[in-house]
């Protein structure tokens, strides 16, 4: 059911300032952080210290910006409404964040792409990603709490898109500090937040179809394992039109497969008796 546009305007201008706030402390954080490698203090190798610090930032953020009218595990996505829903939406995400990576290095490959020369062996791999996996999903938590829990509901009379789409964009800019103070090449950065940008809506719709940001914790997790380990044990250098033309392949396919997830899930509570949305209201 979509939000009137009177109440959803009236409900997006009670929740301007606290958006703002909440952009405004994570993104201090990430920046405060990133300072000391954009002056030199720590070199680019010490940056897995920073980066689990920075991802605590969302999740501050929300905590203080919040309502206090419900229980902070709430206001943040961290409660489970439905432990059938959260298990489709982690089905949903382990064949989203294996299948995507696949076709990307299909087309690559397709397009001409050397094979990786210092590829892990398979074996290698089977061990290493679930236990990176674990490992990111923890990470992942702070940042989920803020992105796709609190700020998914502050936004979501926007609509999905509009909603997802904005957030995706707000956390690639939350991300630009320590892009910047790396000093990636443009072309390496733009693929990096654009693709944090394309994937945002994957993410919130696997938050939409299980009502928890849990579901979007293993995702993320997924993102910086399995995705990981695919796109750069199989493909090696690539010159830049193919590297130009895998980024813009995948873009393309992380948004079609967030819209299938979310039809989906749309689907799903449409035909199951009973069902309720995150507010506790019969689906309509």
Do not use: C, K
């Not at 300072?35 to 953020?61: I, N």
């Not at 630009?176 to 944090?196: D, K, M, Q, W």
């Not at 399995?226 to 980024?247: C, F, H, K, S, Y």
């Amino acid at each position: 059911m979509s939000t009137p546009p009177a109440v959803a305007q009236s409900v997006l201008a009670h929740s301007l300032r606290r958006v703002l706030a909440f952009l405004g402390i994570a993104l201090a954080v990430s920046t405060a952080l990133s300072l000391p490698f954009a002056f030199g203090a720590l070199p680019p190798e010490a940056v897995g210290l920073a980066v689990p610090l920075a991802q605590l930032s969302p999740l501050l953020a929300a905590l203080l910006v919040r309502r206090r009218g419900a229980p902070w595990w709430r206001a943040l996505a961290l409660g489970v409404p439905s432990w059938r829903a959260l298990g489709i939406a982690a089905l949903a995400a382990i064949a989203a964040f294996v299948m995507v990576p696949l076709a990307r290095v299909l087309i690559g490959l397709g397009a001409g792409a050397p094979p990786s020369a210092d590829a892990l062996p398979l074996s290698s791999l089977l061990l290493a990603v679930p236990a990176v996996l674990v490992m990111q999903s923890l990470f992942a938590i702070g940042e989920e709490a803020g992105w796709r829990g609190w700020l998914h509901g502050e936004l979501r009379p926007l609509g999905f898109w509009p909603m997802s789409l904005l957030v995706g964009v707000m956390w690639a800019v939350w991300h630009a500090p320590i892009v910047l103070a790396l000093g990636l090449a443009p072309r390496e950065a733009i693929s990096y937040l654009g693709t944090i940008v394309a994937v945002a809506p994957l993410l919130s719709a696997l938050r939409e179809i299980s009502g928890t940001a849990w579901a979007a914790v293993l995702g993320h997790g997924l993102l910086n394992s399995a995705r990981v380990a695919i796109e750069q044990n199989v493909l090696g250098a690539l010159e830049p039109e193919t590297a130009w033309l895998l980024d813009l392949s995948s873009w393309a396919l992380w948004l079609a497969v967030a819209a299938a997830v979310l039809h989906l899930g749309t689907r799903r509570r449409a035909t199951t008796p009973g069902a309720v949305s995150e507010a506790g209201l019969p689906v309509r």
